[in-house]
């Protein structure tokens, strides 16, 4: 995990560890009463966790900015991203 200010960025690779962190926001949510914005959410999937598994309703992109850093789904869209103007 990845956090500056109120920028918040959660890795996973796996099922398993789309379904932890499925629950940890649940539980933050029952104890804080505070819901998060899926609506501001976006996933990049990169290696073999592909788009097809459910990350609770939130939408896939080819490209996603964590902080000021722009990534892409393969090392190459990546480094593009981020060398190019």
Not at 2 to 22: F, G, H, T, W
């Amino acid at each position: 995990m990845l956090a500056y200010a109120d920028d918040v960025s959660i890795l996973v690779s796996s099922q398993e560890s789309v379904r932890k962190v499925r629950y940890t926001i649940s539980c933050n949510e029952k104890v804080t009463g505070v819901t998060l914005n899926v609506a501001k959410f976006s996933a990049l999937a990169v290696g073999t966790l592909g788009t097809a598994c459910d990350l609770m309703g939130i939408t896939f992109s080819e490209k996603i900015k964590i902080l000021v850093v722009k990534m892409g789904d393969t090392v190459k869209q990546s480094a593009l991203a981020i060398w190019t103007r």
